[in-house]
């Protein structure tokens, strides 16, 4: 697996394989890193770097969250706290805090930006049709976990774009 560091210009997430939920972040150096779900309506992710693995859960109804745990262990070492449309907030168990903004006209491209408000990075899908997204570091991208932000940020991407598909099959039932 190709390292972070080495990462230059953009990324872009894509399916692993037909039919699962299984992605990979690829650049030009090779897969950059992973994100799989095992169930099918499961919110547990599992994402994989050269920099660490980690597993993601959505938690909470009223006030969703989703826990980031080091693959293996029980303990959170980061909390991202979700508010209307998708933005909010990771609070790390160092103290370190990142927000998470949407931009554009439909609110789909995504910016991390660390607690100066420096943009850390953009995860831009291609189209609402595909499950391709581009990934841009910004200038505040050294010294951060931009592998556990972009395998974070991916995957509320993918959450939101199941409840979408979800929302959109009710509707058309009712």
């Not at 697996?1 to 399916?15: E, L, V, Y």
């Not at 595909?130 to 959450?159: I, R």
Request: proline share 2%; hydrophobic share 40%.
């Amino acid at each position: 697996m190709a390292t972070f560091s080495k990462f230059t210009g953009n990324a872009t997430w894509k399916r692993a394989g037909r039919g699962r939920r299984a992605f990979k972040l690829d650049n030009p150096s090779g897969t950059v890193a992973t994100l799989k779900f095992r169930r099918a309506l499961s919110s547990l992710g599992e994402a994989q770097a050269r920099d660490g693995e980690w597993t993601f859960k959505r938690v909470g109804f009223l006030r969703p969250r989703v826990t980031v745990r080091e693959a293996g262990s029980d303990a959170d070492i980061g909390v991202f706290h979700a508010s209307l449309g998708g933005d909010g907030t990771l609070e790390m168990a160092d103290g370190s805090t990142f927000t998470r903004s949407s931009r554009g006209f439909w609110h789909a491209r995504r910016v991390w930006r660390d607690a100066r408000g420096n943009e850390v990075m953009v995860v831009e899908p291609k189209s609402v049709l595909t499950s391709t997204a581009t990934v841009t570091l910004g200038e505040a991208s050294k010294g951060t976990p931009v592998a556990l932000l972009a395998c974070l940020g991916y995957y509320l991407t993918v959450l939101a774009a199941d409840e979408d598909a979800s929302t959109a099959m009710m509707m058309s039932m009712g």
